[in-house]
């Protein structure tokens, strides 16, 4: 069976252009992560302080932002949230009533699927090959563990909260795609006129956007705010917080970041996320698991499958962003070179 992986390399690939123009605004202080940043694939890349661009390759290049999508999915959530008609606390089985007789469906929250340890069963052959209705494929999904035990990657949890979005907008007279692009994507000012859809036109928030380096930076920019307590394009912080808050199964993740704050903890263990996903690993190898040993602990990265990055230090106001795609991208070499 191809992997979650494997597979979105597969159809991705094909549509990240190339270039080489360097960007005249590189610094040579910068030269060891651009060179990083340029190998396995790079098709772009950019960094900046404090809001100003200070380094950068090729900013303009645009390609799928794979599960980096993840994030813009929490951001909803919290706009939602903020307007009042969700919350990270309330019964997915509240709104999807197919659910009403399974014992262990009927106990997952919305907080659950933003830190996929709702127990659902990963879907990507059910949800990834052309589904006519993603949604009515992802809440048929089994629930394969307790809710809230695993922490099990895939597109599951993000197709199940699309589609109690999608019903709750309907309510409402609005549309998840309406929505995202209307109360979360242009107040940051992102665009995605390329999203990946089912066969009904309904937006995946697993993965999808397409967005260029200088738009990953503006969400990093977006985020960055966010953590560091302060509204961003209309979201208010709390609401965030509530909604990409990490479990107590994998510290590490919630709303689609990834966390460094287990770098100071004795006997922390750098890993390559992408790299620890499949098979789903137990609690306590996530315990001690964090991005880098050498960075601090506000390090949080949105990560897209086969090099697809965006890094992002709150307390510095500092944000990294790249594009790429091949599997063979490792974190750990371009973070040393971020020092």
């Known amino acids: 069976m191809i992997s979650r992986r494997d597979f979105l390399l597969a159809v991705s690939g094909p549509l990240l252009g190339g270039g080489c123009a360097l960007d005249s605004r590189a610094s040579p202080a910068w030269g060891k992560a651009d060179a990083i940043a340029r190998r396995d694939g790079g098709r772009g890349w950019a960094a900046w ?151 009904m036109g309904r937006f995946y928030l697993s993965t999808g956007a397409e967005l260029s380096v200088g738009e990953l930076g503006k969400l990093g920019r977006a985020i960055a705010a966010l953590l560091r307590g302060e509204s961003a394009g209309g979201i208010d912080a709390a609401s965030f917080a509530a909604m990409a808050r990490p479990s107590a199964v994998n510290p590490m993740f919630g709303g689609g970041l990834w966390r460094n704050g287990h770098a100071r903890k004795a006997g922390a263990v750098e890993i390559e996320v992408e790299d620890a996903l499949d098979p789903p690993r137990n609690s306590e190898f996530w315990k001690s698991a964090c991005l880098s040993l050498k960075h601090s602990t506000d390090l949080v990265a949105l990560i897209g499958s086969s090099g697809r990055r965006v890094l992002i230090w709150p307390s510095q106001d500092r944000v990294v962003a790249r594009l790429g795609v091949a599997a063979s991208w490792k974190d750990r070499p371009f973070l040393e070179a971020l020092g």
């Open 49 to 199: 302080l404090g809001g100003s661009r200070v380094a950068g390759w090729q900013i303009g290049q645009e390609g799928p932002a794979l599960s980096i999508t993840k994030s813009l999915a929490a951001l909803a959530a919290a706009k939602a949230a903020g307007e009042g008609w969700l919350s990270d606390r309330e019964a997915v089985v509240a709104t999807i009533r197919e659910w009403s007789g399974d014992p262990r469906k009927s106990r997952i929250t919305v907080g659950l699927l933003l830190q996929q340890t709702a127990g659902l069963e990963a879907g990507v052959a059910a949800l990834y090959r052309n589904p006519a209705d993603k949604g009515r494929n992802a809440i048929a999904l089994r629930a394969v563990d307790e809710p809230g035990r695993v922490f099990r990657y895939g597109p599951a949890c993000w197709e199940v909260l699309a589609e109690l979005m999608h019903r709750k907008l309907a309510v409402r007279g609005d549309s998840l795609e309406g929505f995202l692009h209307r109360a979360v994507m242009s107040p940051l000012g992102l665009s995605s006129p390329k999203w990946r859809s089912d066969g």
